[in-house]
Antibody
Framework: QVQLQESGPGLVKPSETLSLTCTVS????????WTWIRQPPGKELEWIGY???????NYNPSLKSRVTISVDTSKNQFSLKLSSVTAADTAVYYC??????????????WGQGTTVTVSS | EIVLTQSPGTLSLSPGERATLSCRAS???????LAWYQQRPGQAPRLLIY???SRATGIPDRFSGSGSGTDFTLTISRLEPEDFAVYYC?????????FGQGTKVEI
């Protein structure tokens, strides 16, 4: 079965760039949409953006100027970069797979999440 | 941006009881683009319902979704101990995709 695993630094300094990678195992990254979601401490979920395996992307306008999501099909990975971070970017970051069916969409496979703290 | 408002904020129930959770959208959402997730403490969310009413793989039939337009409902027919968690609705119909603020189902 498909599993996702986030990796990257748990501590990032203010004004620097947060970089995370999601590794897909047990299946191919091809033919799916992949997404990043974050959850600040004690708060609700926030969609960051998605990427199709071919490389097309869509970002949350609230983060668009600072976000880049990319895919490396040879490594079965996709990545998130968030620039100019502040304390407000402290959150648990999740990667997930988006299932698209005739009946609808759903994020059907999730990584366990990785905590990123922005602090000097 | 479509705002999803979930109610109630907290639902206090006992095992075996029925839970009814509401998700109201600020604009109409196509049923195909409404999903529900369960999140237990310290865990990632889990997809329960997609397309407003289709259960995801492996989800027990005590979970059901309904609704259309701006009003959607998640029903848990008989609460099991493992169902006490936070539930989120999410819409994919309009970018940015948005989540509700969550309903906590507690004992």
């Amino acid at each position: 079965q498909v599993q996702l695993q986030e990796s990257g630094p748990g501590l990032v300094k203010p004004s620097e760039t947060l970089s995370l990678t999601c590794t897909v195992s047990g299946g191919s990254i091809s033919s799916y949409y992949w997404t990043w979601i974050r959850q600040p401490p004690g708060k609700e979920l926030e969609w960051i953006g998605y990427i199709y395996y071919s490389g097309s992307t869509n970002y949350n306008p609230s983060l668009k100027s600072r976000v880049t999501i990319s895919v490396d099909t040879s490594k079965n990975q996709f990545s998130l970069k968030l620039s100019s971070v502040t304390a407000a970017d402290t959150a648990v970051y999740y990667c997930a797979r988006i299932s698209v069916t005739p009946r609808g969409y759903g994020m059907d496979v999730w990584g366990q999440g990785t905590t990123v703290t922005v602090s000097s | 941006e479509i705002v999803l408002t979930q109610s109630p904020g907290t639902l206090s129930l006992s095992p075996g009881e029925r839970a009814t959770l509401s998700c109201r959208a600020s604009q109409s959402v196509s049923s195909s683009y409404l999903a529900w997730y369960q999140q237990r403490p310290g865990q990632a969310p889990r997809l329960l319902i997609y397309g407003a009413s289709s259960r995801a793989t492996g989800i027990p039939d005590r979970f059901s979704g309904s609704g259309s337009g701006t009003d959607f409902t998640l029903t848990i027919s008989r609460l099991e101990p493992e169902d006490f968690a936070v539930y989120y609705c999410q819409q994919y119909g309009s970018s940015p995709w948005t989540f509700g603020q969550g309903t906590k189902v507690e004992i």
